[in-house]
């Protein structure tokens, strides 16, 4: 799909997350003034948003020169921290006595992943409506149902600190992270050929 909406989404979304994400779940959970609103932002600037802007001046200034740059292995740090991150919460999450069956915990996933699916077609539909290109519509499909674990739970852990049932508040997040990956894979090939067709009409035979 089209990478820089892509990028340029998830950064944007990653700054609006931290600001709109903790307003929105104290909303819908009928959070009241006894909140520390002021203690839960400045612990997610700390943890989250003054992270991700010093990586990204020192991706984009002279700091750190760019053949330096090249050499760091972004992308295997990436993958190793994603990884490390989904096994420690996994592991602190699944390590207390939860109160769920495995028929709750297999029809979560059921609703989740049919959630995703239908979201992602659903957005399908909207960018076909406003005549998209196939290259922006996939990038869209995957932006629209995004959800961060490495975001997320930092924001889940800061707003809900100290509540018994914040096991039970992550798990859906951790089974839909894991599971848009898997699921992404899947797609990628598929669009990865309607993506290169965009365009090219079919031969007729004289």
């Not at 739970?153 to 898997?182: N, R, S």
């Amino acid at each position: 799909g089209n990478e820089a909406v892509a990028i340029f989404n998830g950064t944007i979304g990653a700054f609006l997350g931290v600001i709109v994400t903790p307003l929105l779940v104290m909303k819908v959970t009928g959070g009241s003034a006894n909140v520390p609103i002021a203690s839960i932002f400045s612990k997610l600037f700390v943890t989250v948003v003054l992270p991700l802007a010093l990586g990204q001046i020192a991706k984009y200034s002279s700091i750190i020169s760019s053949s330096t740059l090249k050499r760091i292995p972004f992308s295997t740090f990436r993958s190793l921290i994603l990884l490390m991150i989904i096994y420690t919460t996994f592991c602190s999450t699944f390590m207390k006595e939860l109160q769920i069956t495995g028929g709750f915990f297999l029809g979560l996933a059921a609703v989740l992943l049919m959630q995703q699916i239908c979201n992602m077609f659903f957005v399908k539909a909207i960018c076909k409506s406003q005549k998209m290109t196939r290259s922006d519509t996939v990038a869209a499909m995957f932006c629209a149902v995004h959800k961060s674990l490495t975001l997320g739970m930092p924001i889940a852990g800061i707003v809900f600190e100290g509540d018994p049932k914040l096991a039970i508040i992550t798990i859906p997040l951790l089974v839909y992270h894991p599971m848009q990956i898997l699921l992404g894979s899947l797609l990628v090939p598929t669009l990865r050929k309607w993506v290169a067709n965009d365009g090219v009409l079919p031969t007729t035979s004289k």
